[in-house]
């Protein structure tokens, strides 16, 4: 039997806009074609078909991602992709539709928006977001439709929310004529996977390792980094660890697999915080020196920049998936209709793999960039 799956960006948006669209348009069948069920928190997960066809409704949330691994369907759709930051569902997603013996379909809704260019690299410059490799227009194709299109609208209301949003303005032309503006906000143009993604050569020498980058979460995701300052003096992001609702024990328990000497946290923990996680893991723990959002912006911005060698001051392996993802996707928080401003992300963004990163990063930079490793010379007797 044919299996497919549904999303929205949450269990509430399942109940609150999927549900009554689709009872409004195949309600008058319900029981005799298909029926609702499985029940969690007061929505279904399932539209089952008397034929055995089977729609799961799933929330498309990060943690969802993993979920949706080992999945097969037929038939997948994404309903507000712009909603939250969908990517890992929908990478997921995209391996799980492969079920043999039926025609193959994916399908996903969203207006334009500046927060999510991996939306319009796919859709509008058929470029895969993560690599930059070239990705068949013919298999991902755009079907736009403006707010006049929508016969459900009175003139009255169209004339309003033209008004309202601005006539013709940047914000207007993306949520009402479905344009691709032109992505202001970005924070970080320079960065190119071609440039600043790849693995270390075996022979490089290093000034130091060891050194960690973490940024706390509770239920946003856990990030650390294992960071390493080469004999070029450039950064390292050489492994991730990204996970949501993580422990202490996760984290530290990986940072004593890494074989880490030293992690740095946000500046904002407190003495009391930090000594406990010291004197209970045993592990060397220091707040990064610097908070302010404009310090760590100005140092990634001067970190990606390329010289007059064709190189940049930093590298990160194919292994730190979240901070290759996060980097060219942080934009600065532009209240509507108004300039960007810049000492905010906007909403939505996730930025946990940028702050563990920079964190981490603090300790290399503001070490002397002629620090070598010191040469322990014992001499005399301590008495």
Not at 195 to 218: C, E, M, N, T
Not at 254 to 260: N, V
Not at 298 to 325: A, F
């Given at each position: 039997?044919?299996?497919?799956?549904?999303?929205?960006?949450?269990?509430?948006?399942?109940?609150?806009?999927?549900?009554?669209?689709?009872?409004?348009?195949?309600?008058?069948?319900?029981?005799?074609?298909?029926?609702?069920?499985?029940?969690?928190?007061?929505?279904?997960?399932?539209?089952?078909?008397?034929?055995?066809?089977?729609?799961?409704?799933?929330?498309?949330?990060?943690?969802?991602?993993?979920?949706?691994?080992?999945?097969?369907?037929?038939?997948?759709?994404?309903?507000?992709?712009?909603?939250?930051?969908?990517?890992?569902?929908?990478?997921?997603?995209?391996?799980?539709?492969?079920?043999?013996?039926?025609?193959?379909?994916?399908?996903?809704?969203?207006?334009?928006?500046?927060?999510?260019?991996?939306?319009?690299?796919?859709?509008?410059?058929?470029?895969?977001?993560?690599?930059?490799?070239?990705?068949?227009?013919?298999?991902?194709?755009?079907?736009?439709?403006?707010?006049?299109?929508?016969?459900?609208?009175?003139?009255?209301?169209?004339?309003?929310?033209?008004?309202?949003?601005?006539?013709?303005?940047?914000?207007?032309?993306?949520?009402?004529?479905?344009?691709?503006v032109a992505v202001e906000g970005v924070a970080f143009e320079s960065f190119?996977?071609?440039?600043?993604?790849?693995?270390?050569?075996?022979?490089?020498?290093?000034?130091?390792?060891?050194?960690?980058?973490?940024?706390?979460?509770?239920?946003?995701?856990?990030?650390?980094?294992?960071?390493?300052?080469?004999?070029?003096?450039?950064?390292?992001?050489?492994?991730?660890?990204?996970?949501?609702?993580?422990?202490?024990?996760?984290?530290?328990?990986?940072?004593?697999?890494?074989?880490?000497?030293?992690?740095?946290?946000?500046?904002?923990?407190?003495?009391?915080?930090?000594?406990?996680?010291?004197?209970?893991?045993?592990?060397?723990?220091?707040?990064?020196?610097?908070?302010?959002?404009?310090?760590?912006?100005?140092?990634?911005?001067?970190?990606?920049?390329?010289?007059?060698?064709?190189?940049?001051?930093?590298?990160?392996?194919?292994?730190?998936?979240?901070?290759?993802?996060?980097?060219?996707?942080?934009?600065?928080?532009?209240?509507?209709?108004?300039?960007?401003?810049?000492?905010?992300?906007?909403?939505?963004?996730?930025?946990?793999?940028?702050?563990?990163?920079?964190?981490?990063?603090?300790?290399?930079?503001?070490?002397?960039?002629?620090?070598?490793?010191?040469?322990?010379?014992?001499?005399?007797?301590?008495?």
């Amino acid at each position: 039997k044919g299996r497919g799956v549904l999303t929205q960006p949450s269990f509430d948006m399942i109940r609150r806009n999927f549900m009554p669209v689709w009872d409004s348009l195949y309600g008058r069948v319900r029981g005799d074609i298909w029926d609702y069920r499985i029940y969690l928190q007061g929505t279904p997960q399932e539209i089952a078909f008397k034929n055995g066809f089977v729609y799961d409704l799933r929330p498309a949330t990060n943690d969802m991602a993993e979920r949706f691994r080992g999945a097969t369907y037929c038939v997948a759709g994404m309903d507000e992709l712009r909603n939250e930051d969908q990517l890992a569902c929908y990478l997921a997603l995209v391996g799980a539709v492969r079920m043999p013996g039926f025609p193959l379909q994916f399908f996903v809704t969203s207006t334009p928006e500046a927060r999510r260019p991996w939306i319009r690299k796919i859709w509008t410059d058929h470029v895969d977001p993560i690599s930059g490799e070239a990705l068949s227009p013919e298999d991902y194709p755009k079907f736009k439709g403006r707010m006049e299109d929508n016969w459900h609208l009175t003139e009255v209301q169209k004339k309003r929310m033209r008004t309202m949003y601005g006539g013709q303005s940047r914000y207007a032309r993306q949520e009402l004529d479905a344009e691709d503006v032109a992505v202001e906000g970005v924070a970080f143009e320079s960065f190119s996977e071609a440039v600043h993604v790849r693995y270390p050569p075996p022979s490089l020498q290093w000034k130091r390792r060891g050194v960690a980058g973490i940024d706390f979460g509770a239920t946003s995701p856990t990030a650390m980094y294992e960071l390493g300052l080469d004999e070029n003096n450039k950064i390292w992001a050489l492994r991730e660890f990204y996970k949501r609702d993580a422990d202490d024990y996760d984290w530290v328990g990986t940072s004593i697999d890494w074989k880490m000497k030293l992690i740095v946290c946000d500046p904002s923990r407190s003495d009391k915080d930090i000594y406990r996680l010291q004197t209970l893991y045993g592990i060397n723990l220091i707040r990064a020196p610097h908070k302010q959002f404009d310090v760590r912006v100005r140092m990634m911005r001067s970190l990606l920049l390329v010289d007059e060698h064709g190189e940049p001051g930093m590298y990160i392996t194919p292994e730190c998936i979240n901070l290759r993802y996060e980097i060219p996707n942080l934009a600065f928080a532009s209240p509507r209709g108004q300039e960007f401003t810049t000492d905010r992300w906007e909403s939505g963004v996730l930025d946990h793999g940028f702050d563990g990163f920079c964190y981490g990063a603090q300790e290399l930079i503001d070490m002397p960039m002629d620090w070598e490793t010191p040469t322990v010379v014992e001499h005399g007797v301590l008495a």
